[in-house]
């Protein structure tokens, strides 16, 4: 049965008359008939327009993190939007903001904001390469750093049969229109593999500008540094002079009010932030040091926006950093997620399923009929993805909603409760049941 009900699939329908595949992102497209579409949100829950109500595990690609239609986030965009929205001109809501940020982030002593995950990263590769003056990118395979052509090479989607060995491996072009010659500035490179890492840096880290990563790889099911790696990436940056970038999009105000500054106790260079920092008002920003963010300046490094630092945008990420620092988000995304990450565990043991649990409770993955521990992208390709696709195309039938591609992972919000949980392990067990034909 297709996710679309017929209301749904007659809107979807209406959609692609007037937009590309019906979306307004390629990665919301699945197919004509199983594409998520919604007609209206609340809390933890999305609705679609047959009426269906599903327990939302996608939030909007992670930036819902205190549920859909916050009545105190919103409250604080309604009443600030009646003072003016946009004016070239600094406000107060803009300065509140860094200064939360600038608390809650470990090591971050200055901040610029800008509009979307996309554009805060196309900015800090440019700041890292004003500062250092060198051009080489190195990014992990498998991560996902936006939309620009800076780093849309060997993003999760990749051909794994087009991205030559393990060693050294060939940049895989992720778009149509990325011109060629920019292969040249970017180097690709396994996650986790501090060997062909600090080989290559011992004969190019001279030219290296920065190295840019998702501290967890959230773009591929959530693997997780392996212990020692991340400190390893900040002592060959401090080695060869090249700038590290933690690519928190998806981490960051999600797997703890510092991200992975704090979760891992590893401080890089500039942080980039977005997503979870607006609860899903489209902002985001760069945090790093004084002496680096001071290179953002005329005549310098340019970072710029007309909507940068508008007052939407502002007020509500500044009424979530301020919810985030009473202390009542995380720990109740950490024991509900948690329930559902040891919840699956036990399920697939119970039923003999080789299974790979990834990540943290507030955004996990997991991986079927392979029980080898995963450090990289390639190590996913050892996954049975349409198994896992079968099960959650059950679960979305019955009203729990992750996201079809096992690449992207579970996000929780401090609006899913307990309760929540214990229903998304029974319809689990009643997927994983009806795909093993029991
Ligand atoms: C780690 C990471 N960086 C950057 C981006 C790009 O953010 P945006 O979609 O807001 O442009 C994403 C989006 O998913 C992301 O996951």
Not at 300 to 314: A, D, E, I, L, R
Request: hydrophobic content about 40%; aromatic content about 10%.
């Amino acid at each position: 049965m297709p996710y679309q009900g017929p209301k749904s699939h007659e809107f979807f329908e209406r959609a692609k008359k007037v937009l590309p595949y019906g979306v307004n992102s390629n990665f919301r497209y699945h197919d004509d008939y199983n594409t998520p579409v919604v007609a209206d949100a609340q809390d933890q829950y999305v609705f679609d327009f047959d009426g269906r109500k599903y327990i939302d595990y996608r939030l909007g690609f992670g930036p819902i993190i205190l549920g859909h239609t916050d009545p105190f986030v919103n409250g604080r965009v309604k009443a600030a939007i009646d003072h003016g929205i946009s004016f070239a001109s600094t406000q107060e809501l803009e300065v509140r903001v860094a200064e939360r940020i600038i608390d809650m982030a470990p090591g971050v002593e200055m901040v610029r904001l800008t509009n979307t995950g996309s554009e805060c990263t196309m900015h800090a590769l440019r700041l890292a390469r004003g500062y250092t003056g060198r051009d080489l990118v190195v990014k992990f395979e498998g991560s996902y750093h936006g939309a620009h052509d800076y780093t849309l090479w060997s993003t999760a989607g990749g051909n794994p049969e087009k991205v030559g060995n393990r060693q050294r491996p060939t940049a895989y072009k992720m778009s149509w229109g990325i011109p060629e010659v920019m292969r040249d500035l970017i180097q690709v490179l396994p996650f986790n593999d501090v060997e062909i890492l600090g080989d290559f840096l011992q004969e190019k880290g001279d030219q290296v500008a920065t190295i840019i990563m998702e501290p967890i790889l959230g773009n591929g099911n959530a693997i997780m540094p392996r212990p020692g790696f991340l400190e390893f990436v900040r002592e060959q940056c401090d080695q060869y002079g090249i700038l590290l970038i933690f690519d928190e999009v998806k981490t960051g105000f999600r797997i703890a009010a510092g991200g992975a500054r704090e979760t891992f106790g590893v401080i890089p260079d500039i942080s980039t932030y977005a997503k979870a920092l607006g609860n899903g008002y489209p902002i985001a920003a760069i945090g790093g040091k004084r002496e680096i963010m001071m290179n953002i300046a005329p005549g310098k490094v340019f970072q710029g926006g007309t909507y940068t630092g508008n007052t939407v945008s502002t007020a509500a990420a500044d009424a979530v950093l301020e919810y985030m620092q009473t202390g009542q988000v995380f720990p109740k995304i950490e024991k509900v997620g948690r329930m559902i990450m040891d919840g699956y565990h036990e399920i697939l043991t119970r039923h003999n399923v080789p299974h790979v649990i990834n990540g943290v409770p507030a955004m996990f993955g997991y991986a079927l009929m392979t029980d080898e521990p995963m450090y990289d992208w390639r190590d996913l390709h050892k996954a049975d993805w349409d198994m896992y696709e079968e099960i959650t195309r059950y679960m979305i039938e019955h009203g729990v909603l992750p996201e079809a591609d096992g690449l992207e992972p579970y996000f929780l919000c401090s609006d899913h409760t307990e309760e929540n949980a214990a229903t998304t392990l029974q319809v689990f067990e009643d997927g994983l049941k009806h795909v093993l034909g029991k």
